[in-house]
């Protein structure tokens, strides 16, 4: 069974501060990389997702893969109040170009930023 | 800027009631999805959908699940006999290459 596991939480963060998120994944033939904010009560947003080894930014974050140790995690930099949220990792198994691409989450992890 | 849109918001119904989830993914999306998240639970796949027929489904979606596409536009999950069980938010998204964009869910309690 594909599984998904992020730290359990939750992280407090001072405002202006670093929050780093890690998330580990069983399937070794996942291709795809995705890390979802979700507000209370609401939809997960897409932050980033990335597709190959290395690091991808984007603004304050950057987002890191490491196939080989089946590990992705999620800096944010300068951490703001509105960061507070939890933040979901989410994988799929499979080439965006074949198979359903559906997409397998962890639980979440819970940031608040502090002020 | 194109968005997932779901109706209702929010939808209470008795055990053993038929319910309908509708969507409207992004037009010129072709892969549909549906997910659910029981309350403080991860959000779980249920069904994709592609070329007007399923092609996955996780073991959740069984026999009370069904999808359809019924026009060009909306893209619905129905429930036959509701569960207590089946009590959560529902989360439809549709995707463009790699990237799957959430609708705003629909919160769905069983009494």
């Known amino acids: 069974q594909k599984e998904v596991e992020q730290n359990s939480g939750p992280l407090s963060v001072p405002e202006g501060a670093i929050a780093s998120l890690n998330c580990t994944y069983s399937?070794?033939?996942?291709?795809?990389f995705f890390w979802y904010r979700q507000y209370s009560g609401k939809s997960p947003e897409l932050i980033m997702s990335i597709y190959s080894n290395g690091d991808k930014e984007d603004g304050r974050f950057t987002a890191q893969l490491n196939k080989a140790s089946q590990y992705v995690s999620l800096l944010i930099r300068d951490s703001q109040p509105s960061d507070s949220a939890t933040y979901l990792c989410?994988?799929?198994?499979?080439?965006?170009?074949?198979?359903?691409?559906?997409?397998?989450f962890g639980k979440g992890m819970k940031l608040t930023v502090n002020p | 800027e194109p968005e997932v849109t779901q109706t209702p918001s929010h939808q209470v119904t008795q055990m053993g009631q038929e319910v309908i989830l509708r969507c409207v993914p992004i037009s010129n999306h072709l892969y549909f999805y549906w997910y659910r998240q029981i309350l403080g639970q991860k959000v779980e796949f249920l069904v994709s959908?592609?070329?007007?027929?399923?092609?996955?489904k996780s073991e959740i979606f069984d026999d009370q699940f069904s999808v359809e596409r019924p026009d060009g536009s909306n893209f619905t999950l129905k429930i036959r006999s509701t569960k207590l069980e089946d009590s959560a938010m529902y989360f439809c998204?549709?995707?463009?290459?790699?990237?799957?964009?959430f609708g705003p869910g629909t919160r769905l309690l069983v009494l």
């Open positions: 399937d070794r033939v996942s291709q795809s």
């Open positions: 959908f592609y070329n007007n027929e399923i092609s996955e």
């Open positions: 989410a994988v799929s198994p499979t080439d965006f170009q074949g198979g359903s691409e559906k997409l397998v």
């Open positions: 998204a549709s995707r463009v290459e790699a990237t799957q964009y």
